[in-house]
């Protein structure tokens, strides 16, 4: 289970929402593993978090890009590498079928991956909108 705090803040009111949205998407995606919900709900759940890191992910970029942040071509890398792993498992379900040993993977995967990548990449943000002298709210 992930569970927001301090050290994931990135100095970006609208990413750290975007963030803790994401937390609250894979958690989602935990519990529906934990109930045992059928291939439906934990479909929908699933495309749903894929749709939602896009979107995240572009207006991180967008950001990242407007502060020259210099670890945003490795953002958008990282980015795009976990959205591949992640077509990957997909495409696993689909064949093999949504057994828990398998969502218990993916599960991990968007937890190890989002809490690490936040840590190590999004926060260095934080100097960017500084340095810029903005909030990091406004335009
Ligand atoms: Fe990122």
Same mark, same amino acid.
């Given at each position: 289970?992930?569970?927001?705090?301090?050290?994931?803040?990135?100095?970006?009111?609208?990413?750290?929402? /975007?963030?803790?949205?994401?937390?609250?998407?894979?958690?989602?995606?935990?519990?529906?593993?934990?109930?045992?919900?059928?291939?439906?709900?934990?479909?929908?759940?699933?495309?749903?978090?894929?749709?939602?890191?896009?979107?995240?992910?572009?207006?991180?970029?967008?950001?990242?890009? @407007?502060?020259?942040?210099?670890?945003?071509? /490795?953002? @958008?890398?990282?980015?795009?590498?976990?959205?591949?792993?992640?077509? @990957?498992?997909?495409?696993?379900?689909?064949?093999?079928?949504?057994?828990?040993?398998?969502?218990?993977?993916? /599960?991990?995967?968007?937890?190890?991956?989002?809490?690490?990548?936040?840590? @190590?990449?999004?926060?260095?943000?934080?100097?960017?909108?500084?340095?810029?002298?903005?909030?990091?709210?406004?335009?």
């Amino acid at each position: 289970m992930l569970t927001w705090n301090d050290a994931y803040a990135t100095g970006i009111t609208d990413i750290d929402e /975007q963030h803790k949205r994401l937390f609250g998407v894979i958690n989602e995606f935990g519990a529906a593993v934990d109930r045992g919900e059928g291939e439906m709900k934990i479909g929908k759940t699933m495309k749903f978090l894929a749709h939602y890191a896009k979107v995240h992910f572009n207006f991180e970029e967008i950001c990242m890009a @407007k502060y020259r942040c210099p670890v945003a071509l /490795q953002n @958008k890398k990282a980015h795009s590498s976990f959205l591949e792993s992640y077509k @990957k498992y997909t495409d696993r379900l689909a064949v093999e079928g949504c057994t828990e040993k398998l969502l218990r993977e993916v /599960q991990r995967m968007c937890e190890d991956w989002l809490a690490d990548h936040i840590c @190590k990449i999004d926060t260095h943000l934080k100097g960017c909108v500084s340095k810029a002298g903005a909030d990091g709210k406004r335009e």
